[in-house]
């Protein structure tokens, strides 16, 4: 019979953390996205405190699963791709944390729109 101690269920949980947000693939018509930073800085230079910044909708998408299967298990093309920038919903997503950094998983269907630059 194996009797795990503290430390070494410490250390499994260590080696299934993220070391990276690279090694996250969604699956299915997932989309990763992480939110772009708003201006904690007015126009005129003065700076805002971060409790009056709001969080923006505007995301840049990170990675795409390869998409959904229809009823006859056909692939179903992604709406977007790596590197789009995207509105996304201000609530709702996954959120995933990775060190410091934020990010969220969205299904395809709940983008809201594409930003063409």
């Given at each position: 019979?194996?009797?795990?101690?503290?430390?070494?269920?410490?250390?499994?949980?260590?080696?299934?953390?993220?070391?990276?947000?690279?090694?996250?693939?969604?699956?299915?018509?997932?989309?990763?996205?992480?939110?772009?930073?708003?201006?904690?800085?007015?126009?005129?230079?003065?700076?805002?405190?971060?409790?009056?910044?709001?969080?923006?909708?505007?995301?840049?998408?990170?990675?795409?699963?390869?998409?959904?299967?229809?009823?006859?298990?056909?692939?179903?093309?992604?709406?977007?791709?790596?590197?789009?920038?995207?509105?996304?919903?201000?609530?709702?997503?996954?959120?995933?944390?990775?060190?410091?950094?934020?990010?969220?998983?969205?299904?395809?269907h709940?983008?809201?729109?594409k930003?063409?630059?």
């Amino acid at each position: 019979m194996a009797v795990f101690t503290g430390s070494m269920v410490n250390n499994e949980r260590r080696t299934t953390a993220l070391k990276s947000i690279r090694a996250l693939a969604p699956l299915l018509d997932r989309v990763l996205v992480q939110r772009v930073k708003a201006e904690a800085k007015t126009a005129g230079g003065l700076f805002l405190p971060e409790s009056s910044v709001k969080e923006l909708n505007e995301a840049k998408v990170l990675a795409v699963g390869p998409g959904g299967l229809d009823r006859d298990g056909k692939r179903i093309p992604m709406s977007v791709q790596a590197g789009d920038k995207v509105l996304i919903p201000q609530y709702g997503g996954s959120p995933i944390k990775v060190g410091e950094e934020e990010y969220s998983l969205f299904r395809d269907h709940e983008v809201l729109a594409k930003i063409n630059e």
